[in-house]
């Protein structure tokens, strides 16, 4: 899925380092990442374990996509969260968009993001992954398969840490409300808000055009938050935020800059 207004991050300082939920800018100031890549770092940026597999399979040098088991451990930990679905892989995001419309899928295609519960499927389903560097999945009814000619082979330096990190995803989903942000106190500032929240996302109830969503976005830029660079995706709450970072969000969240 494609979103015209990512240009929008061409509005932030140098980013230097990213860290948890963290992004150090050039110039020392912070941002709470409220974006997480579109919750691919749902999980923080620079996960160790992921990290980990990473360097091994680079220390490898599993960078060319042949064939490897590394495709069925990464197929066998998606089957954990879409049991008895197929299942299609691809280098990017336009390889699957091609894959898409040769099947004859030409409409918008439901996203699953962790945390929300996967009721429902629809026959194709694009889930948003705990890892930066992909692959693209998509979800298929099995009676759909016919129309999805196998995918592609997807180097095993990036199946070997998406894999870790699909197993860090069902042990915090699996995990005690202790270890699953809260914020209870966000909530409350949320009533008078041009927010909702759905677990740990946050919408706008409202559309926003381009240039209004482009004013919030530097609101929440000034106050020390990246948010999504588009209205139509929504903000995240992080796994962990100060006291401090919860009482400021809470203060922007209630504003609607005009």
Known sequence: MEY?????LRLLPRVLRARDFHLYLEGG??????????????????????????KNAAERGLFTPFPHPAE??????????FP????RLYLDPSSLRRALEAAGFTDSVPLWRP?????????VLLPILPWQLGPEVLVLDKSLSASFPAGELIPPVLLAPATR????????LKASGQSRPR??????????????????YLSLKADMDRESYKTLFLHFLEGGFLIPPSAREPAILPMSMSKGEEAKLMQ???????
């Open 4 to 8: 015209p207004e990512r240009d929008f």
């Open 29 to 54: 100031k912070r941002l709470v990442d409220l974006w997480l890549q579109g919750g691919r770092a749902i999980l923080g940026h620079k996960p160790p374990m992921v990290l980990r597999e990473l």
């Open 72 to 81: 069925g451990r990464f197929l066998k930990a998606l089957g954990e969260f």
């Open 84 to 87: 008895g679905r197929a299942f």
């Open 115 to 123: 945390f929300l519960e996967p009721a429902d499927y629809s026959p």
């Open 165 to 172: 990190a699909l197993c860090n995803l069902a042990a915090a």
């Open 183 to 200: 914020y209870g106190n966000i909530e409350k500032a949320l009533k008078d808000s041009p927010w909702h929240r759905h677990e740990i």
């Open 252 to 258: 922007m969240l209630k504003v609607f800059p005009a």
